[in-house]
């Protein structure tokens, strides 16, 4: 048998009865590890080695980890100090013991949070009581950090865990690879094996000297492993908003774009939401800390007053309740994108509008939600509304059937809802493709009298605002919200995601 040389001598350095590592293969016979494994992988196709895999997690502390080896986790020194402050015996005013215990901003909430867990003490309205048996010596966290620390392994996976979700270690993958000898290889060396000198590249050389002609060239393993090598792409929220962007302007709309910081009037006012409306108090939205906005047309500043003092067209009542202007021009981050709408209608954004006209916005908004499976405290909304004369439900909902039918998306549902701006309102739902659950995909109706008679427009206006991510949730498959976004977002699920149409 004639093998090419590298190949001989990985087959010389394996073994029969024991696995060796690429890395001990590498050192014995000299070559780099990528050829050793390139040189095997070859050699297991001809059948004369095996390989096998084994992945093991390796753990490296991080800087807050390294940290906390020199100085005791903060948990730790919250009970010392606890103990010291006679914590043991009774419960102790919880300002006195952080006061001793010399914890830095961010490590006090850590403490506070780890000590009850591990069941050091209670917290109990402002005071805390500590079990004076605990012994932080032998936290199994503590001493896991320690042993990382001198180079050794920690093999517990719960604990390992716990510490890189706390950050104190970063986990990593480690695959090894080790070869031994097949008994083909064995009788094939008893035989005896040629090495044939082979060449990897043409090179000027042998083409100038014409030795090429002779010599013998190894040949490619076009079938061998090789690391996969992922190039970068665009996060599938954005190819999803992308691919929004171009069903819309296919369906004859225009973008609009604007502030991510607006005042209260574009927001809430102009939508005839009322000033005590619970969705305009501290609980739900990010107010900002600067100067109220200047810049709003009086004109309409007094007409929007007006519909809200005592209502807008014939029928019109309007809340009789107090307006101000001055929280009208306090500034927020936008709860929805119809801050755009009502800037676009008004013709504050541009040139006043005649009927028909269409436009939308795939923009972030911010609501201080709290996170679950389907809510985050920022997402993107695809804003969009038609202006023309005589709308009715038939259109709004044929525009959304179209569209979503765009997405592959063909069994949209309809309930009634109330906003104080649309009269009348839809909500809009669709089917998880995974959980079957129904999920809310967004809201919708005809703006009412009270909005659209101040901003000057009078004629009929649909309008909707749709959850970017439910549709990606739909069209991927994704069963949380935080798969798309965010940190615990799935890298490969990100990868293989597609936008489906
Ligand atoms: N602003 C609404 C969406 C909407 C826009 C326009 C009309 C009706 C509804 C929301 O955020 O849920």
Redesign the pocket.
């Known amino acids: 048998m004639r093998l090419p040389e590298r190949q001989l001598a990985v087959l010389e350095a394996a073994s029969a009865t024991d696995e060796r590592t690429m890395d001990e293969i590498a050192a014995e016979t000299g070559l780099k590890p990528e050829t050793v494994t390139g040189a095997a992988f070859d050699l297991r196709d001809e059948g004369l080695l095996t390989v096998t895999e084994t992945t093991t997690e390796v753990a490296e502390l991080t800087e807050e980890g390294r940290e906390y080896v020199a100085e005791g986790l903060p948990e730790t020194r919250l009970y010392r100090a606890a103990v010291d402050a006679g914590a043991a015996d009774e419960a102790v005013s919880m300002g006195e013991v952080i006061g001793r215990a010399d914890l830095a901003g961010p490590e006090v909430d850590i403490a506070l949070a780890n000590l009850p867990r591990k069941g050091f003490g209670t917290i109990d309205s402002g005071e805390l009581a500590v079990d004076p048996d605990a012994d932080p010596d032998a936290d199994p966290e503590a001493a896991a950090l320690e042993t990382l620390a001198d180079g050794g392994r920690v093999d517990d996976a719960s604990v390992l865990d716990r510490l890189a979700s706390r950050g104190l270690v970063d986990l990593a993958e480690h695959t090894t690879r080790a070869v031994m000898l097949t008994d083909a290889a064995v009788d094939a060396l008893m035989e005896g094996v040629e090495a044939a000198e082979t060449v990897g590249q043409v090179t000027p050389d042998l083409l100038a000297s014409g030795t090429w002609a002779d010599v013998e060239f190894a040949e490619y393993n076009v079938e061998a492993d090789a690391p996969a090598v992922e190039g970068g792409r665009k996060h599938v929220l954005r190819r999803t908003a992308d691919r929004v962007k171009d069903v819309l302007v296919g369906m004859g709309f225009q973008e609009m774009e604007g502030p991510h910081a607006d005042s209260d009037f574009w927001i809430n006012d102009c939508l005839f939401m009322p000033q005590d409306h619970p969705a305009r108090t501290h609980w739900d939205r990010f107010a900002l800390d600067v100067e109220p906005m200047a810049e709003i047309p009086e004109a309409l500043i007094d007409r929007v007053e007006t519909a809200h003092r005592d209502g807008w067209g014939e029928d019109g009542d309007g809340y009789h309740s107090p307006w101000s202007e001055e929280f009208a021009r306090e500034v927020a981050l936008r709860?929805?994108t119809?801050s755009l709408?009502m800037r676009y209608l008004s013709g504050y954004a541009g040139a006043e509008l005649e009927p028909p006209q269409r436009y939308f916005s795939v923009e972030k908004v911010y609501r201080n939600d709290t996170l679950d499976p389907t809510h985050l405290l920022e997402f993107f909304?695809i804003?969009g509304?038609v202006m023309a004369e005589d709308l009715s439900v038939r259109d709004l909902m044929g525009t959304f059937e179209e569209f979503y039918r765009q997405f592959g998306i063909t069994d949209i549902r309809f309930k009634p809802h109330y906003?104080p701006?649309?009269e009348p309102?839809f909500e809009l739902f669709g089917d998880h493709p995974e959980t079957g659950e129904e999920i809310e995909i967004g809201?919708?109706?005809i703006?009412r009298e009270e909005v659209t008679g101040p901003l000057g427009v009078d004629c009929d206006v649909m309008?909707?605002?749709l959850a970017l991510e439910r549709l990606a949730m739909l069209t991927t498959g994704a069963e949380d919200i935080r798969d798309l976004h965010g940190t615990l977002a799935d890298i490969d699920f990100l990868r293989n995601a597609e936008v489906s149409y």
Do not use: I, L, R
């Open positions: 709860g929805h119809t709408s909304q804003e509304w906003n701006y649309t309102s809201n919708s109706g703006f309008a909707w605002g």
